[in-house]
């Protein structure tokens, strides 16, 4: 396994063309190794944020870096960084296998190394079965899935999450936490993820980032260990409850 | 079986109608007394086309080549040229809009032009063909390279791979149900543009097409051999429209799996 980076953020600014203001001097760090959670309410400039650390939108001013240990920049190269969406973006005529290998094939990998690679992943997400299916084929949480393990395929340092449970129901959406929070332990990525729900943002994330307005509003660290994280726990409600309070403060509905 | 005995029903109904349709005309004919040499009945035509087997065959097949060259000239060319224009903004706003008046311009007055450029025969019909048909597929083409799925481009460009690259492993693949669209339409119009060239182009002998056995047989007053000649140019038209239809559905069709097999899988 290589070396996470940690992913600094430095007075980030963004105008969209439209001359919307997304971000404005959004500054914090995803420790290396760390789940991150980024929650605010639409039109926050969390999936902005999001973008621009992926690559597929400027900033106005500030940067993103991604840094070793030793403080040296990581050059991310295609394949060490992964995106899943909030749709699953899956090429309709191609099978589960070949969706998943399709980071391997555009990286030059060769076709019988980069069908085990996808099938080891498929296996792991527990699509077994599915290998040859078509995306019209599954349901809306198998294909977040495969979504999934097709970012997963390269073996990413740096893993971006955009509300990738957003458009399945509620008991989906448990289980591909659970799969999110496999996936994050297993391969170690530095991992950033944009959500709306609260519940999902202490379920999994180390921090999690209130933004409102395009700026950062508040961070807030779990206090909750892994072991204790049991949605129905007391203790895991009342972490929710804390911060859905700093969140209510950040949309100006609770006076702090 | 159900789905088996409805596509057999499809199949049947217009081959049902063609019949009805012919008993009609037969009958009609008949009864008003109307000349053979105004609207010969159906079993005369077949008559005549079973006669004149060989020489229709043979002027089939010929129209048949040059509705099938021309078609295939106009699928490469589209396909590239759409694909170019689509890809290069100045090219969609400068070629495209006179592409689109060109094509406006009646094959049948620009047909001679090719007779000064190629010469009387069978490349003069291929150029028609292929200039009445290269259109649908190139506007087809760009329709469809113009609406693939933004998202989808995202993944490629995370993975950093080359335009050439995305549009093999993408742009293309994705614009196949438009571009198959284009295909239908020229199918179609290949035969139209064939058959314009060889009246214009005026070869004859042993390896007459359909369209110069259409002009004789109508300067010697012959009804019946030009209603044969073009039922047979209709039916080299309707299997290049089929054979394009079939491919195109084998092609996308089982993109859109039904719902059915979604339940089988979903656990």
Same mark, same amino acid.
């Given at each position: 396994m290589s070396d996470k980076p940690a992913v600094v953020c430095e007075g980030l600014s963004c105008t969209l063309p439209s001359g919307v203001q997304a971000l404005r001097d959004v500054s914090f760090r995803l420790q290396a190794g760390g789940l991150t959670a980024i929650i605010g309410?639409? %039109?926050? %400039?969390?999936?902005?944020?999001? #973008?621009?650390?992926?690559?597929?939108?400027?900033?106005?001013?500030?940067?993103?870096? &991604?840094?070793?240990r030793d403080g040296s920049a990581d050059p991310i190269r295609a394949g060490h960084l992964a995106?899943?969406?909030?749709?699953a973006r899956l090429l309709p005529w191609r099978k589960v296998v070949d969706n998943v290998a399709l980071p391997l094939e555009l990286a030059g990998v060769g076709r019988r190394e980069r069908v085990a690679r996808? !099938?080891?992943?498929?296996?792991?997400?527990?699509?077994? %079965? /599915?290998?040859?299916r078509l995306p019209a084929q599954l349901s809306g949480g198998m294909r977040m899935r495969v979504a999934l393990a097709r970012a997963l395929v390269t073996d990413p340092t740096v893993l971006l999450l955009d509300e990738p449970c957003s458009s399945v129901d509620e008991f989906t959406r448990m289980q591909l936490d659970e799969e999110i929070l496999r996936v994050w332990q297993d391969s170690g990525a530095t991992t950033m993820l944009v959500t709306h729900s609260v519940s999902e943002a202490v379920f999994l994330a180390d921090e999690i980032v209130i933004m409102r307005r395009a700026r950062v509003h508040s961070i807030h660290r779990v206090a909750?260990?892994?072991?204790? #994280?049991?949605?129905?726990?007391?203790? &895991?409600?009342?972490?929710? !409850?804390?911060?859905?309070?700093?969140? /209510?403060?950040? $949309?100006?509905?609770?006076?702090? | 079986m159900k789905r088996l005995s409805e596509k057999m029903r499809e199949i049947a109904a217009p081959l049902i109608a063609v019949g009805v349709i012919a008993v009609a005309w037969e009958v009609a004919v008949i009864a008003t007394g109307v000349s053979p040499l105004l609207l010969p009945r159906p079993t005369a035509i077949g008559q005549t086309m079973w006669m004149n087997s060989e020489m229709l065959l043979s002027a089939t097949v010929q129209t048949a080549i040059a509705a099938l060259s021309g078609? $295939? =000239?106009?699928?490469?060319?589209?396909? =590239?040229?759409?694909?170019?224009?689509?890809?290069?903004?100045?090219?969609?706003r400068s070629i495209y809009p006179l592409a689109t008046i060109v094509q406006m311009v009646p094959l049948v007055a620009v047909a001679p032009l090719f007779v000064i450029w190629l010469g009387f025969g069978l490349p003069t019909a291929i150029a028609a063909s292929a200039v009445v048909a290269v259109f649908p597929v190139l506007a087809a083409t760009i329709d469809g390279l113009r609406s693939v799925d933004h998202g989808l481009r995202e993944i490629f460009a995370l993975a950093g791979a080359s335009t050439w690259t995305r549009w093999r492993k993408l742009d293309l693949p994705a614009s196949i149900p438009a571009i198959m669209t284009g295909l239908r339409i020229a199918a179609g119009l290949s035969v139209i543009g064939a058959i314009v060239g060889e009246f214009v182009s005026g070869y004859g002998g042993a390896h007459a097409p359909l369209g110069i056995v259409v002009m004789t047989a109508m300067r010697e007053a012959r009804t019946d051999l030009v209603f044969g000649a073009v039922a047979l140019s209709a039916i080299v038209g309707f299997v290049l429209f089929g054979?394009?239809?079939?491919?195109?559905?084998?092609?996308?069709? #089982?993109?859109? /799996?039904?719902g059915q097999s979604e339940m089988e899988i979903r656990r």
């Open positions: 309410p639409s %039109g926050c %400039g969390k999936t902005t944020l999001l #973008r621009i650390a992926a690559g597929l939108a400027r900033a106005t001013s500030g940067r993103i870096q &991604f840094l070793r995106v899943c969406f909030q749709d996808a !099938e080891a992943v498929i296996h792991a997400a527990g699509l077994d %079965g /599915a290998q040859s909750l260990d892994r072991a204790s #994280r049991d949605r129905t726990s007391h203790a &895991f409600s009342q972490e929710v !409850e804390l911060v859905m309070r700093s969140l /209510a403060v950040a $949309a100006g509905v609770v006076v702090p | 078609f $295939a =000239i106009a699928t490469t060319l589209g396909i =590239i040229g759409g694909s170019v224009i689509a890809a290069v903004p100045v090219l969609r054979v394009v239809s079939i491919v195109g559905w084998l092609l996308v069709n #089982r993109w859109h /799996a039904s």
